[in-house]
């Protein structure tokens, strides 16, 4: 929301932010913003899901006591981002004393081959399946909610207006960890990407097998 309506303040709250969202591009565009899905594609940290277990680690919070011991690995954009690590230090309290500033092409490899054990990431990205990282828990709300939901335009809905009753079925429907999934069988695994969705929405129980 804030790239598309150029705000720079807006609410952390889910439901506060939708609706901003929601009327904001209305306003502006004339689009319809529908029900939000059940997840969000947002920042988030990682690490290798055996790291993440052996230290007892699921939130971000989690890490303050091994500030001094892992090799943190962040993106140039990430770096410089207020909602990024350039605020972290402010909402969390704390920072890491080993952080190398990478190419985004570059992190899972990285990750992969020891080079860094943490990095910024999406939070559906398909590499978290191929890798089998654990996405932590932002605890302390450093980044902003990134609700996926259907974006129509006025004239779709004037000409379909059905269109909104059956796109609204998918509102909180889909875990990212079931969008990542999703992501990694047509990203990694080169499936038929409506092969994939339509498996989903089955699934779901939104369509017929």
Do not use: C, K, W
């Amino acid at each position: 929301m804030a790239d598309l309506l150029n705000e720079e303040e807006f609410s952390y709250d889910e439901e506060e932010s939708y609706q901003e969202a929601r009327d904001g591009i209305y306003e502006e565009y004339g689009f319809h913003f529908l029900e939000p899905m059940g997840f969000q594609n947002t920042y988030a940290l990682a690490m290798p899901r055996e790291l993440a277990e052996e230290l007892e680690v699921s939130t971000i919070s989690d890490l303050m006591p091994y500030t001094n011991e892992l090799s943190v690995g962040f993106t140039f954009e990430f770096m410089d981002r207020e909602d990024g690590y350039a605020g972290f230090e402010d909402v969390y309290g704390f920072s890491f004393s080993d952080v190398t500033s990478i190419d985004v092409s570059t992190r899972y490899q990285a990750i992969s081959n020891g080079s860094i054990e943490i990095s910024d990431v999406f939070s559906t990205d398909p590499q978290l399946v191929e890798y089998d990282m654990v996405v932590l828990e932002d605890d302390e709300d450093l980044f902003p909610p990134y609700q996926a939901a259907p974006l129509v335009t006025n004239f779709a809905l004037q000409q379909h207006p059905e269109i909104e009753e059956i796109l609204n079925q998918l509102a909180g429907v889909g875990t990212v960890e079931e969008i990542s999934e999703l992501n990694f069988r047509v990203d990694i695994e080169d499936e038929d990407p409506e092969e994939v969705a339509r498996d989903f929405l089955v699934e779901q129980g939104l369509l017929d097998n």
